[in-house]
């Protein structure tokens, strides 16, 4: 006999966000607590194949509009190393100081636009035009510094043209120097003005011990882009094994594959750098660091954020010390470089693979590329630092749930979307709107 | 793929529902739908057939009827034997 059964269930449209968190307690106890990406694949590692390998930086750097330039980066890495090209002095100092542009943009971006307006009591950055109107003028005004420097060093922030596999097709001449300097000497107040806001918030006290992988070296420079892959539990691998660090696995609830190394989940990104390498890190930097109390093997997640404050400090100072010294010893304009898809042969090509490494915003992103005798690109795998971070997010959200269940549901979403905010996950531009729904409750 | 998680939640408590209902079958499902939820009813209803193969739900029919509410998908009730 058939019988009507009520339910009346709303379901989250996820119509903005693109990630959920879902919170399954039964008597008081968490059964479970899942980070679900929902997003769909976008296949670029499929896209690449049978495409030249002197386009891939183009092509790989629609990854992502925030770190197009990372992605470029890690792609000409690649690229180089599959064909056995090695970059000149000139053009890793170059490619350092678009990294530190990019690190610069992201992470003030994610300072100001998605952890200020949690931590000063307000929704969104919008409501911060009336309320803190200095301080929004400061942020886009930051953000705006960096883009200029990136335009004048490779034709536009988002999707660069100009850096490419073997170099820079245009090479900043004299007044570009200038330029990029006289910016970012002019944004030095706002950067300590930055600092000094963030000395005046409060972070959500938390603690999990986790593994920490980054980039690490033997010299004195804190790496972003040269190093072997290293971790806080010993792990030292050549960037070519990065496999055997990330160890990526599919979960039925995300779209997005997770990672493991020494232990059931790790972290990568500002804090694990710094945890990995503070002392390397430029003297004002390390004073930022004393002035915010961050402390070396911090395992505090929501201070991901504060790391960030003190890496924008390193790039910017460091970004600085690259351009007076490319403006003492001059920019060598006859470097050859590699026109359209080296039809001229610029660069000789060979079978082979190659492995970027390189520490982006978020974390250490990984491309990988296997290149025909002709350089067409046979295979490709790209490895994204929030996909490296999202078991780690969960292993986190599951140490903080039970510690705060006393809350109320409001106080417990905020908690959450605050945790995986900290991490500055590729899904932060939807974060506010991150549905969280509770079962059982 | 937003139809597709949708789909996913929604059984998920369907079949739960079933089985503490003791349900052999589940031969219709009443929803509601906004119209700012951005969830095309075509797609729904294709997501709603292929995840019922083998289940409880497996040729259930799909009610669906307009929300009042713009951005909501509700699962108001369901048919069982």
Same mark, same amino acid.
């Given at each position: 006999?058939?019988?009507?059964?009520?339910?009346?269930?709303?379901?989250?449209?996820?119509?903005?966000?693109?990630?959920?968190?879902?919170?399954?307690?039964?008597?008081?106890?968490?059964?479970?607590?899942?980070?679900?990406?929902?997003?769909?694949?976008?296949?670029?590692?499929?896209?690449?194949?049978?495409?030249?390998?002197?386009?891939?930086?183009?092509?790989?750097?629609?990854?992502?509009?925030?770190?197009?330039?990372?992605?470029?980066?890690?792609?000409?890495?690649?690229?180089?190393?599959?064909?056995?090209?090695?970059?000149?002095?000139?053009?890793?100092?170059?490619?350092?100081?678009?990294?530190?542009?990019?690190?610069?943009?992201?992470?003030?971006?994610?300072?100001?636009?998605?952890?200020?307006?949690?931590?000063?009591?307000?929704?969104?950055?919008?409501?911060?035009?009336?309320?803190?109107?200095?301080?929004?003028?400061?942020?886009?005004?930051?953000?705006?510094?960096?883009?200029?420097?990136?335009?004048?060093?490779?034709?536009?922030?988002?999707?660069?043209?100009?850096?490419?596999?073997?170099?820079?097709?245009?090479?900043?001449?004299?007044?570009?120097?200038?330029?990029?300097?006289?910016?970012?000497?002019?944004?030095?107040?706002?950067?300590?003005?930055?600092?000094?806001?963030?000395?005046?918030?409060?972070?959500?006290?938390?603690?999990?011990?986790?593994?920490?992988?980054?980039?690490?070296?033997?010299?004195?420079?804190?790496?972003?882009?040269?190093?072997?892959?290293?971790?806080?539990?010993?792990?030292?691998?050549?960037?070519?094994?990065?496999?055997?660090?990330?160890?990526?696995?599919?979960?039925?609830?995300?779209?997005?594959?997770?990672?493991?190394?020494?232990?059931?989940?790790?972290?990568?990104?500002?804090?694990?750098?710094?945890?990995?390498?503070?002392?390397?890190?430029?003297?004002?930097?390390?004073?930022?660091?004393?002035?915010?109390?961050?402390?070396?093997?911090?395992?505090?997640?929501?201070?991901?954020?504060?790391?960030?404050?003190?890496?924008?400090?390193?790039?910017?100072?460091?970004?600085?010390?690259?351009?007076?010294?490319?403006?003492?010893?001059?920019?060598?304009?006859?470097?050859?470089?590699?026109?359209?898809?080296?039809?001229?042969?610029?660069?000789?090509?060979?079978?082979?693979?190659?492995?970027?490494?390189?520490?982006?915003?978020?974390?250490?992103?990984?491309?990988?590329?296997?290149?025909?005798?002709?350089?067409?690109?046979?295979?490709?795998?790209?490895?994204?630092?929030?996909?490296?971070?999202?078991?780690?997010?969960?292993?986190?959200?599951?140490?903080?749930?039970?510690?705060?269940?006393?809350?109320?549901?409001?106080?417990?979403?905020?908690?959450?979307?605050?945790?995986?905010?900290?991490?500055?996950?590729?899904?932060?531009?939807?974060?506010?709107?991150?549905?969280?729904?509770?079962?059982?409750? | 793929?937003?139809?597709?998680?949708?789909?996913?939640?929604?059984?998920?408590?369907?079949?739960?529902? #079933? !089985?503490?209902?003791?349900?052999?079958?589940?031969?219709?499902?009443?929803?509601?739908?906004?119209?700012?939820? /951005? $969830?095309?009813?075509?797609?729904?209803?294709?997501?709603?057939?292929?995840? #019922? !193969?083998?289940?409880?739900?497996?040729?259930?029919?799909?009610?669906?009827?307009?929300?009042?509410?713009?951005? /909501? $998908?509700?699962?108001?009730?369901?048919?069982?034997?």
């Amino acid at each position: 006999m058939s019988k009507n059964v009520k339910v009346n269930v709303e379901y989250l449209t996820r119509v903005e966000g693109h990630g959920n968190i879902v919170v399954n307690v039964k008597n008081g106890q968490l059964e479970e607590c899942r980070l679900e990406i929902v997003e769909a694949p976008r296949f670029f590692e499929g896209m690449l194949r049978g495409r030249s390998i002197f386009e891939a930086q183009h092509i790989t750097s629609r990854i992502c509009g925030i770190c197009a330039c990372a992605h470029t980066l890690a792609s000409v890495q690649a690229a180089e190393d599959a064909l056995g090209f090695k970059p000149s002095p000139q053009t890793i100092k170059l490619r350092k100081l678009l990294l530190h542009q990019e690190i610069l943009d992201s992470h003030l971006l994610h300072i100001y636009l998605l952890v200020a307006p949690d931590l000063l009591g307000v929704k969104s950055f919008i409501p911060l035009i009336d309320s803190h109107n200095k301080v929004v003028r400061r942020a886009l005004r930051m953000k705006k510094a960096f883009n200029d420097v990136c335009d004048i060093l490779v034709g536009r922030h988002v999707h660069p043209i100009s850096c490419i596999a073997g170099g820079f097709t245009k090479l900043p001449n004299e007044k570009d120097l200038d330029s990029m300097l006289s910016i970012l000497k002019g944004i030095q107040p706002d950067m300590d003005a930055t600092i000094d806001l963030l000395a005046t918030l409060t972070f959500p006290g938390f603690e999990r011990e986790t593994e920490y992988v980054g980039l690490v070296n033997h010299n004195g420079e804190y790496p972003l882009l040269e190093g072997e892959i290293g971790s806080t539990d010993g792990l030292r691998l050549s960037k070519k094994d990065y496999k055997k660090v990330t160890n990526e696995f599919i979960v039925g609830h995300s779209s997005a594959k997770h990672a493991k190394a020494s232990r059931e989940s790790y972290m990568v990104g500002a804090l694990a750098r710094y945890n990995l390498n503070h002392q390397k890190l430029h003297p004002k930097a390390l004073k930022t660091a004393d002035s915010l109390k961050l402390k070396p093997m911090t395992v505090n997640s929501f201070l991901n954020t504060v790391a960030q404050a003190v890496e924008c400090v390193h790039s910017l100072e460091d970004s600085i010390a690259i351009l007076e010294d490319l403006k003492k010893s001059g920019v060598d304009q006859n470097e050859a470089v590699v026109v359209g898809l080296n039809e001229k042969g610029t660069i000789p090509v060979r079978a082979g693979s190659g492995v970027g490494a390189v520490e982006v915003p978020r974390g250490i992103l990984f491309h990988h590329y296997e290149i025909d005798e002709k350089g067409k690109i046979v295979n490709a795998n790209c490895v994204i630092p929030t996909g490296q971070n999202l078991n780690n997010i969960e292993h986190d959200m599951r140490k903080l749930v039970p510690e705060i269940l006393n809350k109320t549901d409001e106080e417990i979403t905020l908690a959450m979307e605050m945790l995986v905010r900290a991490y500055d996950p590729c899904i932060s531009c939807s974060a506010h709107f991150l549905n969280v729904r509770f079962i059982g409750r | 793929m937003h139809e597709m998680h949708v789909v996913k939640d929604l059984f998920s408590d369907l079949l739960a529902l #079933g !089985k503490e209902k003791q349900a052999r079958k589940i031969t219709k499902v009443y929803i509601t739908l906004g119209e700012w939820t /951005e $969830i095309n009813e075509e797609i729904l209803r294709f997501f709603f057939e292929e995840h #019922g !193969k083998n289940t409880i739900l497996e040729g259930a029919e799909l009610s669906v009827d307009a929300s009042p509410k713009k951005r /909501e $998908i509700r699962l108001v009730s369901f048919d069982c034997e």
